[in-house]
């Protein structure tokens, strides 16, 4: 599995009746009862978009876009006032609704929310210019103020028992739509649903969330979650269930795409075709790597005899090439399995791994082949696990907080993933690594840290 982070471009809390404009606040203040607000927020989606179509990444119907936003309390509780304490208090039982927004608006340079004032003159503080209730830019008002009245396009409605709960909301066919070009993009808003729109109260029901200004690690993002982990069993082949088989096509050192989807032909020991495996039809897994799966049935497989995998149909760049043939051994179907005394207790593994180095400082953007290798201590060989996963993660202070969970490694010759590091904030990460056999988990008992860091002017900040 692949992943890809999109930040927010910009955003803005506007309030009901107010030219206050508030958008480089750290965090956004969504309350109804006292007033209303509505915060919007429009993703940059332009590198997610240019990965799709240089086909660095397949879009189909495994793809997830989920939108994550951090719950925080309203404000700084050590910057408000009495009179804000007094005025607001954490909601519950609630819905949001997501909508789309219908309109093209700039952020504005506010902070406050015409709370505070001028310790000379007593006057209140705020910034006026667009965007706010009234106007999405200088010279243009919003169609309706408020962006709507009573019929906003809803993409998603999010419930809320207890109102500390963060949004991690599935938002896949709002953003295929986007990606794709068929959906005009300015943006997506946050907003009670419309019934509390009415609701007048004594204290303000609110619920906040870190805004792309927090000087937290806790900044809103969108995760594009890409299904394309190579599971090869070129290795492993075994008759009677389906496997899957790859074709690699790189140009120098990089990966690089055919101009058409190939089809491929199964060939027993004699180089001859294989009833009903003619013209198998393939899928592209991610750029330059394409799977055929199959299985073998009724016929012997001894683990001895090589068969023939051959792709045909193959054009670069508008010119035709040969047809590729590789080679697998197909081992009977009980290759799987081991009948017979206990073996796993005999076993002991080291895992080691190769592709970033302990404590390193690597350049944001920088892509890296992680290889993970699994030795028995017992005997002297490496082991081609099925199952071996990676998970990274940061510290704010005792807890660590997932990037990315639990996620499987890709299996050819070799178990490895790829750090993309161009979407990871600059700071200290953690990586951890386990292997399974059997019923046991084996981990590497280090802990593993390395840093990203920006590079300005030449140099590394």
């Known amino acids: 599995m692949s992943y890809f982070r999109s930040y927010f471009e910009k955003n803005n809390t506007i309030l009901q009746d107010s030219v206050v404009n508030t958008a480089r606040n750290p965090n956004t203040q969504i309350y109804y009862g006292k007033g209303f607000s509505k915060f919007i927020f429009k993703l940059d989606l332009t590198e997610l978009k240019n990965r799709i179509n240089n086909g660095d990444y397949i879009l189909n119907s495994n793809t997830k876009h989920i939108l994550h936003l951090t719950n925080t309390i309203f404000g700084d509780e050590a910057l408000l006032t009495d009179r804000e304490i007094n005025e607001k208090e954490r909601a519950s039982s609630f819905d949001l609704i997501l909508f789309s927004v219908p309109e093209y608006w700039d952020e504005g340079l506010g902070f406050d929310y015409g709370i505070a004032t001028d310790i000379v003159t007593g006057e209140e503080l705020y910034d006026s210019r667009p965007s706010n209730w009234y106007n999405r830019t200088t010279l243009n008002?919003?169609?309706?103020?408020?962006?709507?009245?009573?019929?906003?396009n809803i993409i998603k409605i999010i419930h809320f028992n207890l109102g500390n709960e963060n949004i991690n909301e599935d938002i896949t066919e709002y953003i295929n739509g986007l990606v794709t070009g068929t959906t005009t993009d300015y943006g997506l808003g946050l907003a009670f649903n419309i019934p509390y729109?009415?609701?007048?109260?004594?204290?303000?029901?609110?619920?906040?969330?870190?805004?792309?200004?927090?000087?937290?690690?806790?900044?809103?993002?969108?995760?594009?979650?890409?299904?394309?982990?190579?599971?090869?069993?070129?290795?492993?082949?075994?008759?009677?269930?389906?496997?899957n088989l790859y074709l690699y096509v790189t140009k120098g050192t990089n990966f690089y795409d055919l101009d058409t989807l190939p089809t491929v032909d199964i060939l027993g020991s004699d180089k001859s075709p294989i009833?009903?495996?003619?013209?198998?039809?393939?899928?592209?897994?991610?750029?330059?790597?394409?799977?055929?799966?199959?299985?073998i049935n009724g016929i012997i497989c001894d683990g001895k005899k090589f068969f023939y995998d051959k792709w045909k149909g193959l054009e670069l760049d508008g010119v035709p090439i040969n047809d590729v043939t590789q080679k697998f051994i197909p081992k009977p179907y009980t290759a799987m399995y081991s009948v017979g005394d206990n073996q796993t207790e005999l076993q002991r593994y080291s895992i080691q791994f190769f592709g970033v180095k302990l404590n390193e400082k690597?350049?944001?953007?920088?892509?890296?082949?992680?290889?993970?290798?699994?030795?028995?201590i017992d005997y002297p060989s490496s082991i081609l696990f099925d199952e071996v996963f990676y998970r990274i993660?940061?510290?704010?202070?005792?807890?660590?907080?997932?990037?990315?969970?639990?996620?499987?490694?890709?299996?050819?010759?070799?178990?490895s993933f790829y750090l993309d590091t161009s979407y990871l904030i600059p700071r200290e990460y953690f990586l951890e690594i386990k292997g399974r056999t059997h019923t046991e988990e084996i981990f590497y008992k280090n802990e593993i840290n390395f840093e990203i860091v920006s590079e300005k002017g030449g140099e590394i900040i």
């Open 362 to 376: 690597i350049k944001r953007g920088e892509k890296r082949k992680i290889v993970v290798t699994i030795r028995s």
């Open 393 to 415: 993660y940061v510290k704010e202070g005792r807890t660590q907080v997932n990037i990315f969970n639990w996620t499987q490694l890709d299996k050819t010759n070799e178990n």
């Open 141 to 152: 008002t919003w169609t309706t103020e408020g962006i709507y009245s009573n019929s906003p």
């Open 197 to 243: 729109q009415d609701i007048a109260l004594d204290v303000a029901q609110n619920v906040a969330f870190f805004t792309k200004y927090t000087q937290t690690f806790f900044e809103p993002y969108l995760e594009t979650y890409f299904e394309d982990r190579i599971d090869d069993n070129r290795q492993s082949f075994v008759e009677g269930v389906n496997q």
């Open 275 to 295: 009833l009903g495996l003619s013209d198998l039809i393939t899928t592209k897994i991610k750029k330059g790597v394409y799977k055929v799966t199959f299985a």
